[in-house]
């Protein structure tokens, strides 16, 4: 009786297959584990060298000599100030004041595929354990009415509310939170004011308000176009970043520096915002500019702008062959603001014989905002001054721009000197050299 082979060329090709898709399989397994290596490893470097150092400033921590704070990564996660990258890891950042510097280390555990050499490592200084920003939260909100601080109507018309828009630095948006008190009846002449008033969950307020004027006499016409530009409102007027080179700024509306922007008419615009300027890959230290911009379904458009720094973060000695490499610490010397803007940052690696220093020597205070009143009485023929200033006093750049929104009513000069041209209400924006804006209501009588 004859006897088949096991072997036959029909199986020996299927375990040829099996073996081939197993080593391809194998491949992608490994493939993956290297890529996502040298991914903690960057990620670990750009916490060290600008994620760290951006939350001790957006959470205003200040440590005395010889004290050092631990920060959990997850706490600068949720400051959305590092990617979702970080999510695969634990750790923390060590933050050192040494004789009036600050060293950052940082320490990972990501998965079971790199392993930060020194990780459970604690400092033998002092613990800082002053709270957070986030945790005292003693910031009001941001408040901002929607067109102007004073209105008239005429008698009988119909008055429609255009409403306030407001955020806050740790809750985002709480527009929907505003409240307003008082009426206004338009069948009786008479002077009504609104009251808007917002909380955050920390029990903060701010409150603005409105006057509105109800007069047979009322110059406003019922078919008036609309001239009264959007707000974008950001949620932490003072934010700034800093980014290493190789790295994108975030831009997102909930990010750092998180907006929204409302119309008195077309209501919440905030996905119309556009968003412009140097937002790309970024390969050259220096200071940038991002642009902000919305206009409503009339034309009206508001701008504004933000700075963020791209720094050197010392990524070349990582050795990616070692599952436990320390990629090195970051140094920043101490300024006496609490402003970023205003640091002296030196980043180095501890890992290398060779090491790339970055020290920023410029130091400039930026500006916050603008200090305007709310409305400006001027008659027709004569002029008035705004007496606008930068904010904070110390600002490095105390240059101002004035642009009327409806220069057949009012004039303005560079100077912040309006001359009243027609009976009416229009509006003057200022803006700061670095895009900080601040509306003023020009009465014209």
Do not use: H
């Given at each position: 009786m004859e006897v088949s082979k096991f072997w036959t060329k029909t199986k020996i090709i299927i375990l040829l297959i099996i073996l081939s898709i197993?080593?391809?399989?194998?491949?992608?397994?490994?493939?993956?584990?290297?890529r996502l290596k040298k991914e903690y490893i960057k990620l670990?470097?750009?916490?060290t060298n600008d994620a760290a150092p951006n939350y001790m400033t957006y959470e205003q921590i200040k440590l005395k000599n010889n004290q050092y704070r631990k920060i959990d990564i997850k706490q600068i996660r949720a400051d959305k100030l590092i990617s979702k990258r970080a999510d695969d890891c634990d750790g923390y950042v060590l933050v050192e004041n040494i004789s009036g510097n600050y060293n950052y280390r940082t320490y990972l555990k990501c998965k079971n595929i790199y392993t930060t050499n020194g990780y459970g490592i604690e400092s033998k200084m002092t613990k800082n354990t002053t709270k957070t920003q986030t945790e005292k939260d003693t910031e009001k909100p941001n408040i901002t009415l929607i067109g102007s601080s004073t209105m008239t109507v005429n008698l009988n018309d119909k008055f429609k509310d255009p409403g306030?828009?407001?955020?806050?630095?740790?809750?985002?948006?709480?527009?929907?939170?505003?409240?307003?008190t008082g009426t206004v009846d338009t069948t009786k002449e008479g002077t009504y004011v609104l009251t808007y008033k917002v909380s955050d969950k920390a029990g903060n307020?701010?409150?603005?308000?409105?006057?509105?004027?109800?007069?047979?006499n009322a110059s406003t016409k019922k078919d008036e176009k609309d001239k009264v530009v959007p707000v974008i409102t950001f949620k932490d007027e003072n934010a700034y970043q800093k980014i290493c080179i190789g790295d994108k700024v975030n831009i997102s509306k909930d990010g750092v520096y998180g907006y929204t922007a409302r119309d008195d008419i077309d209501g919440d615009l905030t996905d119309k915002v556009k968003v412009s300027g140097q937002i790309g890959v970024m390969n050259a230290v220096g200071d940038?500019?991002?642009?902000?911009?919305?206009s409503d379904k009339s034309g009206n458009e508001t701008t504004s702008k933000r700075k963020y720094s791209v720094i050197k973060c010392n990524t070349s000695n990582n050795n990616t062959n070692n599952t436990n490499s320390n990629t090195g610490t970051n140094t920043q010397t101490v300024a006496p603001s609490n402003n970023e803007?205003?640091?002296?940052?030196?980043?180095?690696?501890?890992?290398?014989?060779?090491?790339?220093?970055?020290?920023?020597?410029?130091?400039?205070?930026?500006?916050?905002?603008?200090?305007?009143?709310?409305?400006?009485?001027?008659s027709v023929g004569s002029t008035s001054p705004i007496n606008a200033s930068v904010?904070?006093?110390?600002?490095?750049?105390?240059?101002?721009?004035?642009?009327?929104?409806?220069?057949?009513?009012?004039?303005?000069?560079?100077?912040?000197?309006?001359t009243g041209k027609v009976v009416g209400e229009t509006r003057v924006t200022i803006t700061t050299s670095n895009g900080k804006t601040r509306g003023v209501i020009i009465i014209v009588e």
């Open positions: 197993i080593l391809i399989v194998s491949g992608i397994i490994v493939f993956n584990r290297i670990e470097n750009r916490i306030a828009s407001a955020s806050d630095k740790i809750d985002g948006d709480l527009t929907d939170k505003v409240e307003v307020s701010s409150s603005k308000k409105r006057t509105v004027i109800v007069s047979k940038y500019t991002i642009n902000y911009s919305v803007n205003t640091s002296t940052n030196t980043s180095s690696s501890n890992v290398s014989t060779s090491t790339d220093i970055e020290v920023e020597t410029n130091i400039t205070t930026y500006p916050t905002g603008v200090n305007a009143p709310d409305t400006l009485y001027v904010l904070p006093s110390n600002a490095t750049n105390k240059t101002l721009k004035y642009k009327v929104i409806n220069s057949n009513i009012a004039s303005v000069d560079s100077n912040g000197i309006v």
